[in-house]
C-alpha cells in the first residue's frame, strides 16, 4: 500500500503543472524549471516545498540517467512522468518490486528509455513525498547514456561528399556539448593523409558543415610520440584542416577523413572538454573507420592543459557497459602498450600550447571493430579543470593501390 500511495503522490505532482517557470528559487514553494541535458542545478527540499519539478525535453530512445546528490540529511528520491501526470519511472525500485529508501546524504540514479519524443518531468522528492521528513540541499543532472549523434545513422559512410570532394573515413567521434562549451578541432596530416572535417550537430541536425581551411594554422606546430617536432608552413598550409563550435549545439558528430583516400598518418586535437565539478566524467564515442578498422589501431589521449590539476584517467567502454580497459598514466602503471605523451603535444599559432606529461592517460583501439566504442575521461583525483584529446591514427591505402 506503501508503494501504491507514493505512486499516487508522484502522480498529483506532475499534474500540478501550473506554475510558472521559476527562475530564482524559492525554499518555501515546489518549482518547475527547464534543464538541459548535462546541465547541473542545484537546489533545496524543505518541508514547505517537499518536491520540485524539472522539465526537458528528448527523443524517442534517448537513454536517459538523472542523478541527485543529497546533503544536509535529505533522503533522496526521483521520478521521471509526463507532462499529463503519468509516473514512468522511479528511483526507488517501485516497479520492479518493494521500494527501497536511498541513505541519507546519498547519490541515487535513475535510468530510463524514453518511449517517444518531447517534455518529460523529472521530479526532485524526498522518501515519503509529503509525509516524509528530512530536508536538505542537492544536485541534480540528467544526461543522455546512449550517443547516437546528429544523424542517427548506426552506420559509418565508408565514403562521403563533401562539395565537389570525394572523402574516405578515417574515424568517427560523438559527443554532448554542454551548455556555453566552445571546442576546437585541429587536423594534421602525415605522409599523404589530405584532411577534411565533416561536422554534424544540433539535436535536429541543424548544422551539417564541412572544413578543409586551414588559414588560422600557419606555423603551428606539432609532435607525435618519439618523433621529430613537424612546423606547418607560415600560409595556409596544406594537409591540415581546423573548425570551431560553438554556443548551446548538444549533439555532435565529428566525421575526419581524407580526401580522395589518400593515405598516411594523422592527428586530430580537441580542446574544450572541462571536468567540473571534482569527479564528473565526460563521455566520447569513437569509431574507426571502416577501412582502417580492419588493420590500424587508434590512439586516444586525454592531456590535462597548463595549470589544471586534473590527473587524466580513460576508461574503454563496450556498447553493453562492460569495462574493457582503464587507464591512468600512458606508458606505465598497466598501459604500457600505449606509448607515453611526454614530450609530444602541439603549440598553435595563437599561443595555445598542449603538452603531453607523465601524468597524461592514453588507451589504443586495436584493429578489427569498426563498432561504436565508448571513452570515459575523468580525473583520478577530485579536481577540476580543462583538458584536451590528442587521437593518432592512420587510414590505410585502398586495396589494389586504388
Given at each position: 500500500m506503501r508503494a501504491l500511495r507514493c505512486g499516487l503522490i508522484l502522480g498529483i505532482l506532475l499534474s500540478l503543472m501550473i506554475l510558472?517557470?521559476?527562475?530564482?528559487?524559492?525554499?518555501?514553494?515546489?518549482?518547475?524549471?527547464?534543464?538541459?541535458?548535462?546541465?547541473?542545478?542545484?537546489?533545496?527540499?524543505?518541508?514547505?516545498?517537499?518536491?520540485?519539478?524539472?522539465s526537458f525535453t528528448g527523443a524517442q530512445g534517448d537513454v536517459v540517467v538523472a542523478f541527485m546528490t543529497a546533503s544536509d540529511g535529505l533522503v533522496p528520491l526521483l521520478g521521471i512522468g509526463t507532462t499529463g501526470g503519468d509516473l514512468l519511472a522511479a528511483s526507488d525500485g517501485r516497479f520492479e518490486g518493494d521500494p527501497v529508501d536511498a541513505a541519507p546524504d546519498s547519490q541515487i540514479e535513475l535510468e530510463y528509455t524514453l518511449?517517444?519524443?518531447?517534455?518529460?518531468?523529472?521530479?526532485?522528492?524526498?522518501?515519503?513525498n509529503q509525509d516524509g521528513t528530512t530536508t536538505g540541499s542537492y544536485t541534480l543532472q540528467i544526461?543522455?547514456?546512449?550517443?547516437?549523434?546528429?544523424?542517427?545513422?548506426?552506420?559509418?559512410?565508408?565514403?562521403?561528399?563533401?562539395?565537389?570532394?570525394?572523402?574516405?573515413?578515417?574515424?568517427?567521434?560523438?559527443?554532448?556539448?554542454?551548455?556555453?562549451?566552445s571546442f576546437r578541432v585541429s587536423v594534421y596530416g602525415l605522409d599523404d593523409f589530405q584532411p577534411l572535417i565533416r561536422v554534424e550537430a544540433g539535436q535536429q541536425g541543424e548544422i551539417n558543415d564541412c572544413a578543409v581551411d586551414s588559414q588560422a594554422m600557419g606555423g603551428d606546430q606539432f609532435t607525435l610520440p618519439g618523433e621529430a617536432t613537424i612546423t606547418l608552413p607560415a600560409e595556409s598550409p596544406p594537409g591540415a584542416a581546423q573548425y570551431g563550435l560553438n554556443g548551446n549545439i548538444e549533439d555532435v558528430t565529428l566525421t575526419v577523413g581524407s580526401i580522395d583516400g589518400a593515405a598516411g598518418r594523422y592527428l586530430i586535437l580537441i580542446e574544450g572538454f572541462t571536468i567540473s565539478p571534482a569527479l564528473d566524467d565526460d563521455a566520447l564515442v569513437v569509431r574507426i573507420g571502416p577501412l582502417a578498422a580492419a588493420s590500424t589501431d587508434l590512439l586516444v589521449y586525454m592531456v590535462k592543459n597548463g595549470t589544471s590539476r586534473l590527473?587524466?584517467?580513460?576508461?574503454?567502454?563496450?556498447?553493453?557497459?562492460?569495462?574493457?580497459?582503464?587507464?591512468?598514466?600512458?606508458?606505465?602503471?598497466?598501459?604500457?602498450?600505449?606509448?607515453?605523451?611526454?614530450?609530444?603535444?602541439?603549440?598553435?599559432?595563437?599561443?595555445?600550447?598542449?603538452?603531453?606529461?607523465?601524468?597524461?592517460?592514453?588507451?589504443?583501439?586495436?584493429?578489427?571493430?569498426?563498432?561504436?566504442?565508448?571513452?570515459?575521461?575523468?580525473?583520478?583525483?577530485?579536481?577540476?579543470?580543462?583538458?584536451?584529446?590528442?587521437?593518432?591514427?592512420?587510414?590505410?591505402?585502398?586495396?589494389?593501390?586504388?
Open positions: 510558472p517557470t521559476v527562475g530564482a528559487q524559492d525554499d518555501e514553494q515546489p518549482t518547475l524549471s527547464s534543464l538541459s541535458y548535462d546541465e547541473i542545478v542545484q537546489d533545496t527540499i524543505t518541508d514547505a516545498a517537499f518536491f520540485d519539478r524539472w518511449p517517444q519524443s518531447g517534455e518529460f518531468v523529472l521530479i526532485a522528492t524526498r522518501a515519503g544526461r543522455r547514456a546512449n550517443f547516437d549523434g546528429g544523424s542517427g545513422d548506426a552506420y559509418q559512410d565508408v565514403v562521403f561528399r563533401c562539395g565537389e570532394d570525394e572523402v574516405t573515413t578515417a574515424a568517427t567521434l560523438q559527443w554532448v556539448q554542454e551548455l556555453n562549451e590527473d587524466p584517467t580513460m576508461t574503454l567502454i563496450d556498447a553493453a557497459d562492460n569495462i574493457l580497459a582503464t587507464c591512468d598514466d600512458a606508458g606505465r602503471r598497466g598501459c604500457e602498450d600505449v606509448e607515453s605523451l611526454i614530450g609530444a603535444g602541439v603549440t598553435l599559432s595563437d599561443g595555445t600550447t598542449i603538452t603531453g606529461s607523465r601524468l597524461d592517460a592514453g588507451l589504443r583501439l586495436t584493429p578489427g571493430n569498426p563498432d561504436p566504442m565508448i571513452l570515459q575521461f575523468s580525473s583520478r583525483t577530485p579536481a577540476e579543470g580543462n583538458y584536451a584529446i590528442l587521437i593518432i591514427g592512420t587510414l590505410p591505402p585502398r586495396s589494389g593501390g586504388e
